[in-house]
């Protein structure tokens, strides 16, 4: 859990520091620049300590130097803003590849219900999406409050959310199909039992 923490921490570091330092100054060309080079930064540290740094990774200093620009230019935060949207949507987007979601789940739920397994995979990808235009519309309004709710509140409670529903139904559905197959193996009453000769 630690990891997926400094995972997460990592990947939204120039976002964070935007978001403190222009709560802090609301100053937006200060708060651009020091997540640009945060970003930046972070890039050659990497790169220095020969970490193995993913496509993600590229796209996302290009973004920050691109987004934290257009912001520079035009006096506007809600370029940077926009940025984690293409994240989710990313991961969206990977997401409608059929049956990825197989290889994240334990054995018996792979081999129990895969059909649910794949209906999961899709509404993730829906909901990755859906909250991805979520961090648009709430970067458009312009309010660094409304942003920082739905991004730090909103999102995760809906992914906390989904786990948790996905969760309870593949618990149910498991148990649901294990009781079936357990009643279709049993002789029934019915079932004349003949003796072996």
């Known amino acids: 859990m630690k990891a997926v923490?400094?995972?997460?921490?990592?990947?939204?570091?120039s976002t964070i520091v935007f978001v403190v330092l222009?709560?802090?100054?609301?100053?937006?060309?200060?708060?651009?620049i020091v997540a640009v080079l945060g970003a930046v930064g972070q890039f050659i540290y990497a790169k220095i300590k020969g970490q193995r740094?993913?496509?993600?990774?590229?796209?996302s200093v290009a973004l920050v130097v691109v987004l934290g620009g257009?912001?520079?230019?035009?006096?506007d935060p809600r370029f940077v803003l926009i940025k984690p949207s293409v994240g989710h949507i990313a991961v969206g987007l990977l997401m409608l590849r059929r049956d990825w979601m197989l290889r994240y789940v334990p054995p018996i739920v792979a081999e129990t219900i895969p059909d649910y397994v794949r209906i999961a995979g899709y509404a993730w990808a829906a909901l990755m999406l859906l909250l991805g235009a979520g961090v648009i519309a709430a970067a458009m309004t312009g309010d660094i409050k409304v942003w920082?709710?739905?991004?730090?509140?909103?999102?995760?409670?809906?992914?906390?959310?989904?786990?948790?529903g996905q969760y309870l139904v593949f618990r149910i559905a498991i148990r649901s199909r294990r009781r079936a197959a357990v009643a279709t193996a049993e002789p029934t009453a019915s079932t004349p039992i003949t003796a072996e000769p």
């Open 5 to 13: 923490f400094a995972k997460l921490g990592s990947d939204f570091f």
């Open 22 to 32: 222009y709560f802090s100054t609301g100053n937006v060309a200060l708060a651009t």
């Open 53 to 59: 740094l993913d496509v993600m990774a590229y796209a």
């Open 70 to 75: 257009a912001t520079l230019l035009t006096n």
């Open 148 to 164: 920082t709710f739905y991004v730090m509140v909103i999102a995760p409670a809906f992914k906390v959310a989904a786990f948790a």
